[in-house]
């Protein structure tokens, strides 16, 4: 497995991240996502990343069945969708006991879609102040903020605080629709924020039949930006599997290659980029 720095934390990730979503967080079938989880990381997977919201709390339930014996190997994220102090307080709370750990790595205000929102977390009674004091306390080690709405709104956050970390929706069709590439990529990188990418397939619309791009060059699009890693969600192991060996061996894209897939996602631009329209 490769790996990146992520940003100025001091902390060196997988290239590849688990993320929280299908197979993961599917309570109905632990033994098959403890299965996932645990592939991920024999494989050199180190970035693992969920929500209270995956699978209403399966996701951490599932992850938190291998945390609890082998945390050490992991730099755990999770997120709070709260927007005030005591709402997040309040759900950390339950995340740590489904997590089965005592600390977070990295600790994110989930999904900003709207201005008002950014307002809203940096309140006098606001979702930051619990961040700065749960970081205070040592619970956890690293704030972060995440969007895949509105890249505007996702900007006037990061502009108004140095997070450690930024999530964003980052894939082939993003420079064609309201762009986080062109809106937010580049303050993270002047910031020296970890940045995470997350949407790298939209949800297959970009690869599967008729898409226009292939698994590789979707993947490889995003993976030859300045990101510290990508998150994706992964339903079998076979999935899994092919992800990590792609990852293995990943040398980055030409700038025409880059140009050339840009250019195949222009008709799809909707299709890839249908969770800032319809979410």
Known sequence: MQYRELGKTGKKVSILGLGGEASVEDGNNPERAEEIINQALDGGVNYVDTAPVYGTGGSEQNIGRVMAYRREEVFLASKT???????????????????????????????????????EIFGNNGAVKALESLKNQGVINHIGVTGHKDPLVLRQAIENYD????????????????????GVLDLAMEKKMGIV??????????????????????????LTYPVSTVIIGTSTLEEME???SFCRDFLGFEEEKMRLIEEKTALMEKKGNFFKIEW
Not at 203 to 221: D, I, Q, T
Request: hydrophobic share 40%; with cysteine; net charge negative.
């Open 163 to 182: 997070f450690d970390c930024v999530l964003l929706a980052l894939n082939a069709a993003d420079p064609h629709r309201q762009s986080f590439r062109d």
């Open 81 to 119: 969708h709260e927007r005030s102090y005591d709402g997040t307080m309040r759900l950390i709370e339950k995340s740590l006991h489904r997590l089965q750990t005592d600390y977070l790595d990295l600790y994110q205000i989930h999904n900003l879609r709207l201005p008002e929102e950014v307002g």
């Open 242 to 244: 092919m992800n990590l």
């Open 197 to 222: 990418a997350m949407k790298v397939f939209a949800k297959g619309r970009l690869v599967e039949n008729g898409g226009p791009a292939s698994y590789e060059e979707a993947l490889g699009f995003v």
